[in-house]
């Protein structure tokens, strides 16, 4: 052999053996691409396992999406210490055990969407302590079972939009603390006590078209810190005594384009602080009853563009907490729901000397004012289209 073999001999060598090191300094599953040892997309693979121990244990963004993983075992993704975003959309996943992504100590985003996932169990998220962003649209999700985010305190963003979710459970977000944004999907049916028990520090709760028959007692129970809690567009039922009793530091509570049978109670401590309510373009059904409404410690009021029935309460109305002293205003921001021949005119429009007071304002009689606000209602729907077509779209 010359020189020139030999060294091209050295040469071929030495490349075989730095690309075998390579090889085996980032192990690689087949069905993926490691684009490096921080970067590994396993995409439209058709794995049915998640093949934790075959990847680099570096990799930091891992993407597995359309996948048909079934289930998401416990502990699934053990090992993999450094990564920090990790996609499972598109998969075939109904189940997410307990403890599914613990051992992930820097996991900031994880987005698990497009997937048939039907709940949201126990202790699902438990023990993701960094992680930022919980992407959970677009699923089949109808149940989030309490302590599902038990542990997993600092997420800022929780979105669970576009999902069959008809009911909050008690303690459903317990263990969410500093969420920036928690975004519901529509259609919630029902929302059990203590539904947001332990949230602290949100910024933004939004709960958009729901459909409930009630905001029950204790709904808000053990919220505490918000910056902004906002119940729109929605059928609210019945407000029930201390739907929002023991919450604690909303800074703004905004009930706006609701639809609300009845006011039973509103009732707002000084100790729950709530500095800011504004109630705007609601419908009301029937007036709140005198003494319903409480409004303690508040700094900021706006109810404006609501409609409330202008029968024999509605002196009340003009004279309660709702107005704060400021009848005139009120009635010139504020419109008639019913009698229809009052519909959709401004409170101020009307004479209201002209409205007798109800009998039961002194001295109430408890079965006689809902039963009259029953008729109210029945003769109002029955010919009011305007108001029901608004109500309908509410609904
Ligand atoms: C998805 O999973 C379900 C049950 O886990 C199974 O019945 C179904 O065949 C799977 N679909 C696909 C496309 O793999
Ligand atoms: C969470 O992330 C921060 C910033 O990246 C890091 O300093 C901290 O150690 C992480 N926490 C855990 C438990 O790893
Ligand atoms: C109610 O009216 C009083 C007197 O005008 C005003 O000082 C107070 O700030 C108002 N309260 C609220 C909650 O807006």
């Known amino acids: 052999m010359d020189i020139s073999s030999v060294m091209l001999l050295r040469m071929v060598v030495a490349l075989v053996c730095a690309s075998l090191a390579i090889a085996v300094a980032i192990p690689c599953p087949s069905q993926c691409i490691c684009l490096s040892q921080a970067q590994v997309l ?4 058709g794995l049915i396992e998640i093949p934790v121990n075959k990847l680099p244990p570096t990799v930091e963004h891992l993407s597995l999406t359309k996948n048909n993983f079934p289930l998401i075992r416990s502990d699934a993704f053990n090992g993999l210490r450094y990564l920090k975003k990790l996609s499972l959309d598109g998969n075939n996943i109904s189940v997410i055990k307990p403890f599914a992504f613990r051992g992930l100590p820097k996991l900031r985003e994880l987005s698990i ?5 039907t709940t949201v169990a126990q202790f699902a998220f438990a023990g993701l302590q960094n992680v930022t962003a919980i992407l959970l649209g677009h699923n089949k999700i109808h149940k989030v079972e309490g302590y599902a985010f038990a542990g997993t305190s600092n997420v800022r963003l929780l979105m669970l939009n576009s999902n069959p979710l008809h009911k909050i459970e008690t303690s459903a977000f317990s263990g969410l603390t500093v969420v920036e944004h928690l975004i519901l999907p529509s259609g919630i049916k029902i929302i059990e006590p203590d539904a947001f028990s332990g949230l602290d520090s949100v910024g933004l709760i939004k709960l958009p078209y729901m459909d409930l028959t009630a905001l029950r007692p204790h709904t808000f129970r053990g919220l505490s810190h918000v910056h902004v809690l906002q119940i729109q567009d929605s059928d609210l039922g019945a407000i029930q005594p201390a739907a929002f009793e023991g919450m604690t530091h909303v800074s703004s509570l905004k009930l706006l ?25 609601n419908h009301l059904l029937e007036t ?6 409480f409004l303690d410690g508040l700094e900021h009021l706006s109810v404006v563009e609501n409609h409330f029935p202008c029968d024999c309460h509605i002196h009340s109305l003009l004279e ?4 704060n002293g400021s009848s005139g205003e009120f009635a010139s921001k504020n419109y008639c729901i019913s009698p229809l021949h009052f519909n959709g005119r401004t409170i ?24 009259r606000s029953v008729t109210v209602y029945n003769s109002w729907i029955g010919r009011n289209i305007f108001t029901v077509a608004i109500m309908c779209l509410i609904r």
């Open 113 to 117: 969407q497009h997937t048939p996932l």
């Open 320 to 323: 309660g907490p709702l107005a």
């Open 288 to 293: 709140p009853l005198q003494g319903s409404i």
């Open 42 to 45: 396993c995409n439209t693979g």
């Open 348 to 371: 101020s429009s009307i004479n209201v000397h002209n409205i007798g007071r109800c009998n039961d304002e002194i001295l109430r009689d408890n079965w006689d004012a809902p039963a």
């Open 257 to 281: 384009n609701n639809k609300i049978d009845s006011i039973q109670e509103l009732k707002f401590m000084s100790e729950s602080k709530v500095k800011s309510l504004k109630i705007q373009g």
